[in-house]
């Protein structure tokens, strides 16, 4: 962005001036990125939603969770997380393991499963939020553990398969579409979240939502160190590990210093690094939650979050400070509740919206292959209905949800492209959900 002074203004208030374009340049960026994001990844998105369709019958909408007023501990996978579990499990006498054990709930993103597991930890809930097959790795060695997954419509599929544990969904709409208002009215979309595009932020903004007690954050740092990303244990740490040798050592000095990162203080007043992107999440954090006074960070060397901070012993005390009365409580309100929708008549109700999906779509392909006449305006609605094929070309991305007429050929070939592939998905989410009925 080019800053072109038009009047004398910004000589009387330089200040003023220069942090309303500093603010404009952010949100330019932040606007820019999101449209970049949906450019690569707006298709995998879509795909992966249909897929999980076909598995909401087996499980809950995040709204029957509820962890009344019992404290709530919500885990990122940053350095600094090996410090805070190991001075938790010391200071709780290793009651912090099991949830029957304790008296709180922790909430943990995916990417710390393998962190807990070495230290015989289960978390309450994980929350998975990857479209991409990256993080399948997180679930080493859980497979078949009963561990309550928080699942997002746009989630990998194959990640909510992994646990053995309940499945809640909840819903991150990565886009303004139809396709959302369509579940809405069908009463098939699960509870929605504002999207914030971290697993650490989704994970903090679901703590606050199914608990009306404190919650406290940990490894949610926003930088990393010479030589570490992640808490040991995960799959990042691990890959450092295996690749040590005489001639490589842990430090990945290409990586803390690649284009763009930069050293900073943490809430310690150590030097860490961070990145753009890092600093981004960090200031979403603070914009979002800045303000929650049942928020509260434990001290370490993450970067700071705009809330309270507090130390390990007084996270001990908010953790294990209630009455035996509203323990109890807790300990009760910690179970999900039941859906009071029969499974078959949820597999009804999904199957018949896959259906309407289905020939919305085959109408669509018929009338772009010639087979059936193109009506102008019933083209127009088409298009407007199954806007999942086209909201991630860059020119509808780059221009917020507007896409071309229905006369652009260049645009109806690519939409008739997306068509056959997304048909495919919807047969397969039908084939799922029938073959359960």
Known sequence: MEVIRLSGGWQLFPQLYEDFAHTLRREMAVEWGNAMTLIRLGRLYARNLIRNLALLPEGENIAALDFGSAPVLVLGAGPSLDSI??????????????PDRRNFGIICVDTCLPALHDRCIQPDLVVILESQHWNLRDFSGARGRKIDAAIDLSALPASARVLGGKRFFFSTPWTELALFKRLEEAGLLP????????????????????????????GIDFSYTMDAFHASSTPGYGDLERNQCRTRSMVNAA?????????VLSKTGESVRSDPA???????????FGKNPRLLDIAGPGLPLGVKTISLAGAFTALTG??????????????????????????????TFIRREMDTLNLLLKMLSGESPADPAR??????????????????AAACGRR????NLGF???VRAEIEPFLKCWEMALHQVSFRM
């Open 85 to 98: 579990l190991n001075e938790l499990t010391s200071l709780l006498g290793g009651n912090i393991e099991a």
């Open 191 to 218: 509870e929605t979240f504002v999207p914030l595009g971290s697993v650490g932020l989704s994970a903090v903004a679901l703590a606050l939502r199914v608990s009306c007690g404190p919650v406290l954050t940990g």
């Open 255 to 263: 990586a803390a210093f690649r284009e763009g990162s930069f050293s």
């Open 278 to 288: 890092m600093r981004r999440y960090r200031n979403l954090f603070e914009q979002e």
């Open 322 to 351: 209630n009455a035996s009365a509203e323990v109890a409580a807790s300990a009760t309100a910690l179970r999900p509740l039941e859906s009071d929708l029969p499974g078959k008549e949820r597999r009804e109700k999904i199957a």
């Open 379 to 396: 083209l127009e609605e088409l298009l407007d209905n199954a806007d999942y094929l086209w909201a991630h070309f860059p020119e509808c």
């Open 404 to 407: 071309p007429p229905a006369t």
């Open 412 to 414: 109806l070939k690519r």
